[in-house]
């Protein structure tokens, strides 16, 4: 499924950071750059929806029909990565809690519970309400529901997990005699008598049930799932015709993107090789695994930075025609599009040390945007491989559900790593 008829080239683009004069400029500059999609509104809840039930469209409105008019079209967020304040006063139960009983806060990003009941209705309303506004607008090409899908929480222990833990161990084993036989209880006394007994592994005094925490990684993964599909089903239904993917990260432990693989319409990835050891062979390796979720169709790089990330210890700048050599790289390995987070350097909030396409002190001859446009153009005349496919001469056997199991604790080597 081609996005578009050329190699899909832009960004992240957060525009509510920014005053609306700044809209139009961004605008000419991605003209000058080449973009032609933007990744938009993707953390943008408290802005689209600022109190309960109450919608302003007006502003996202008016970006997409300035990016449209400078020829950018929009991969469109379904603003559900981040809960709004108000959301988390409503309903403090919906913030995640670790293993060890402590509730993860408000105040950086992606801070639900998978399985808050409350979470999951307003997510169905916030989904339907943009999808009807802007599902007529030309310049809407892709759907990216929500972002990086457990990158900061990926396993949640409260007790609406473990409810739904409850059902899904029900669903999985029948009759709580067979749990007991498949995980073992008898050993070390953890037989149960009842379904309510069992509880998410949480910080316990020694080694956990190695089966209850294989089944943890599986419940988890599907409950995360489960809030993709919700999204995807609403989209689906007002707007068929657009594709739906969001953005995976790799050889990412927690989620089996083999099985989520089947349910987006394009494979889109986040890769951000640390510029110190050059270019990893295992960036190769990630590109190969993200094209082979869908069987060798071509993916999107979702993301990339131009120069340096700000999350590492230590950031280094990319150094000159890196950025054009992985990008290609990555061309060369079945991508059909080339994207950044994010489009302009942010100027307040965790990420304004991230590099970006547009960095602080913007002028003529600043070599990202210089690097950046470059490649832009050079894409242009590259239409002719969109939808190609590479042919693989090798395979590997990569099992995410192998890997949960290889590195559960309490084996003959413990520092036996399926994949780094
Ligand atoms: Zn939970």
Known sequence: MNVLSSICYGGDYNPEQWPEEIWYEDAKLMQKAGVNLVSLGIFSWSKIEPSDGVFDFEWLDKVIDILYDHGVYINLGTATATTP?????????????????????????????????????????????????????????????????????????????????????????????????????????????????????????????????????????????????????????????????????????????????????????????????????????????????????????????????NWRDINVPKPPGVMRLWSYATIARGADGIMFFQWRQSRAGAEKFHGAMVPHFLNENNRIYREVTQLGQELKKLDCLVGSRIKAEVAIIFDWENWWAVELSSKPHNKLRYCR
Not at 102 to 114: D, E, K, M, T
Not at 119 to 147: D, F
Not at 235 to 262: C, E, H
Request: glycine residues 4%; proline residues 7%; aromatic residues 14%.
């Open 85 to 309: 304040a108000w959301f988390v006063k409503k309903y403090p139960d919906s913030l995640p809690i670790d293993e060890s009983g402590v509730i993860l806060s408000f105040g950086s990003r992606q801070h639900y519970c998978p399985n808050h009941p409350q979470l999951i209705t307003h997510i169905k309303r916030l989904v339907r309400a943009i999808a009807e506004r802007y599902k007529n607008h030309p310049a809407l090409k892709m759907w990216h529901v929500n972002n990086e899908y457990a990158c900061h929480v990926s396993k949640c222990f409260c007790e609406n997990c473990a409810v739904a833990f409850r059902k899904w161990l029900k669903e999985r084993y029948k009759t709580i005699d067979e749990l007991n036989e498949r995980w073992g209880t008898n050993f070390w006394g953890q037989r149960y008598n009842h379904w309510d007994e069992i509880n998410p592994p949480r910080k316990a005094p020694t080694f956990i049930n190695p089966s209850q925490e294989l089944d943890y990684y599986r419940f988890m993964n599907d409950s995360i799932l489960k809030l993709f599909l919700t999204e995807k089903e609403i989209l689906r239904d007002v707007t068929p015709d657009i594709p739906v993917s969001t953005n995976f990260m790799g050889s990412f432990k927690p989620l089996n993107y083999f099985q989520w693989a089947q349910h987006v319409d394009i494979v889109t990835w986040d890769s951000y090789p640390d510029p110190r050891e050059g270019l990893p062979i295992q960036h190769a390796m990630m590109n190969d695994l993200m094209r082979s979720l869908r069987k060798g169709q071509p993916f999107i790089l979702m993301e990339q930075v131009t120069s340096h990330v």
